[in-house]
């Protein structure tokens, strides 16, 4: 008011644009830049009125929408329509009761909301201790794993050092060990001839139940036994006509010294026949097929070579197995490590309050689809990479009001989903509303304790 005392027959616009007769303020003509000279009057679009609102609280309005034939609810005194066309009643009083008990009920809730935020700091801040702790207790043992897979790689070299060793010192005339493989060669011979005999009674056996069988009903341990006998057959039949025939000779050769190294017979790791493949098939299938027919004296059995024959001592082999398990055991804590570190780099609010979510899931139910937040940065739902996007520095409450989700999946013809999530101080996490301002760019508003301080504003 002080602004517009008369000081002389002319007064000066605020912002300096004109200088006007003092008649000419609230004149229903607007002529100064900024409105200044019709304060009461809508004569001037862009400027402001004041309405006292004694009893309540006072605000501004549009010059526009003074004496306009609406009682404007800003001013619950009525003041904006002073030139008696519209009487608008004084409604302050009541206006100022329904405020005073809403802002009742909202300081309750931010009383709860701030509660509940200490609980989540001191929360966050023991799991920021936990993982401290566990980090460095996964150091101490990542340290500890790393001598035990030099120990184990050191005493496995020993190991294979002495193997080579030996078989090189071995004496050239070891008669007694190739008598034994001599032997163990025979035994074999009579295994395999055994296989032979299975095989043939199996195949015997399959043959007539594919050409027996009921073709109109088709029971699926029959239909997958045809099956493989049918892929097997041909095969089998090369590999019989190609098989060789040679018979070990039963006698020992005397002469053995004699042989030279090179033509020794050396035992080398056996590759799977189509005889114990087929029986591997056979025993998937297992008897059901033979007891179809009431064949159970002829059920199939795997055949096993002996691990001894075939395998690496077991002194070697129980050596690279622990230096195996130990390199795997680092892997693991290394892993371990990673993840802990992860965490522990994640930005959670300036005291830690949104570690407490970390991994919580909220839904809300548009109708037409199921939205979700997650407070863990990394939400499948709503895309990776999601980072504060609130006030400029992270020192500032407000930074930690609004998350942006990126590189979601992407929209058929469109692009990935992304979703700006707002944040307000509520006593419970719940999701208000979700929009879609653009394709696939959604908008999110979502109550939290976690932003619930003297600050943040409801």
């Not at 078989?167 to 007694?176: I, L, M, T």
Request: with cysteine; net charge negative.
């Amino acid at each position: 008011a002080h602004l517009y005392e008369a000081k002389g027959p002319d007064w000066t616009c605020l912002d300096g644009s004109a200088t006007i007769p003092y008649e000419a303020i609230n004149d229903d003509f607007c002529d100064c830049t900024d409105g200044s000279d019709e304060p009461g009057t809508s004569a001037c679009p862009n400027s402001k009125f004041y309405c006292r609102n004694v009893g309540h609280i006072s605000s501004f309005i549009s010059s526009s929408r003074v004496n306009d034939g609406v009682c404007e609810p800003e001013c619950c005194d009525g003041s904006d329509e002073y030139d008696g066309k519209i009487k608008c009643p004084n409604t302050c009083k009541e206006t100022n009761a329904e405020y005073t008990k809403k802002l009742k009920e909202l300081e309750k809730l931010r009383t709860q909301g701030i509660r509940i935020r200490k609980e989540y700091i001191e929360k966050g801040r023991k799991i920021k201790t936990k993982n401290a702790a566990e980090l460095n207790r996964l150091e101490i043992e990542l340290r500890a794993a790393k001598i035990r897979v030099k120990e184990r790689e050191v005493a496995l070299k020993k190991i294979e050092d002495s193997k080579t060793d030996t078989e090189q010192s071995a004496p050239k005339g070891n008669r007694e060990r190739m008598k034994k493989l001599h032997e163990r060669i025979i035994a074999l011979k009579g295994d395999i001839n055994k296989l032979h005999e299975q095989i043939d009674t199996l195949l015997s056996i399959l043959k007539d139940m594919k050409n027996n069988h009921n073709q109109n009903y088709h029971d699926m341990a029959v239909k997958t036994a045809i099956k493989a006998y049918d892929e097997f057959l041909e095969e089998y039949n090369k590999d019989m006509e190609t098989e060789d025939g040679d018979e070990v000779e039963e006698n020992y050769e005397d002469n053995y010294d004699d042989i030279p190294d090179k033509e020794k017979p050396q035992i080398e790791e056996p590759i799977p026949s189509y005889q114990e493949r087929f029986l591997e098939i056979l025993w998937e299938i297992k008897d059901g097929v033979l007891e179809l027919f009431g064949l159970q004296d002829h059920k199939s059995k795997r055949y096993h070579s002996s691990s001894s024959s075939r395998d690496t001592p077991k002194e070697l082999s129980d050596a690279r197995d622990a230096f195996e398990e130990a390199e795997q055991e680092q892997k693991d804590i290394e892993n371990h490590i990673d993840e802990v570190k992860s965490k522990l780099s994640q930005d959670y609010g300036l005291e830690y309050e949104f570690a407490a979510l970390d991994n919580e899931c909220f839904s809300y139910d548009s109708g037409d689809a199921t939205q979700k937040s997650n407070k863990d940065h990394s939400s499948t739902d709503l895309g990776n990479f999601a980072k504060w996007i609130g006030a400029e520095s992270s020192n500032d409450p407000r930074y930690y009001t609004r998350m942006l989700y990126e590189d979601g999946a992407r929209c058929w013809n469109g692009p990935a989903r992304s979703v700006k999530l707002y944040l307000e101080c509520g006593a419970d996490n719940q999701i208000l509303s979700v929009s879609e301002p653009e394709k696939c760019e959604y908008h999110m508003r979502m109550i939290s304790p976690a932003v619930s301080d003297d600050i943040h504003n409801f």
